[in-house]
């Protein structure tokens, strides 16, 4: 059974910066793809950012320049690094772990900015 927690999230003013953590726990042999996912009250859930096993990075275009993800494979960890945070990237930031061909998801952490 595997888990992924999120946590890092609360409120910030605009320009401010954030730093999101995930972690996936469990019966875990290697983990490929590691993304985070925003959901926006009465949009659709987005990728923001993904992080592949070796290292390979993509960014929605709304976050590029301004957002970095990164991650510690030994600890099954990815990181998201929110920088010049703006009130449009205000949602719920999920995590999103693909472990073999299944895709876990943790609960969620919320990211308020304020103009």
């Known amino acids: 059974q595997v888990q992924v927690v999120e946590s890092g999230g609360g409120l910030v003013q605009a320009g401010g910066s954030l730093r999101l953590s995930c972690v996936a726990s469990?019966?875990?042999?290697?983990?490929?793809?590691m993304s985070w996912f925003r959901q926006a009250p009465g949009k659709q859930r987005e990728l923001v950012a993904g992080?592949?096993?070796?290292?390979?990075?993509n960014y929605a275009d709304s976050v590029k320049g301004r957002f970095t993800i990164s991650r510690a494979n030994a600890k099954n960890t990815v990181y998201l690094q929110m920088n010049s945070l703006k009130p449009e990237d205000t949602a719920v930031y999920f995590c999103?772990?693909?472990?073999?061909?299944?895709?876990?998801w943790g609960q969620g952490t919320q990211v308020t900015v304020s103009s």
């Open positions: 999103n772990a693909m472990i073999v061909r299944t895709a876990y």
């Open positions: 469990g019966t875990i042999f290697s983990i490929n793809g």
């Open positions: 992080i592949s096993s070796g290292g390979s990075t």
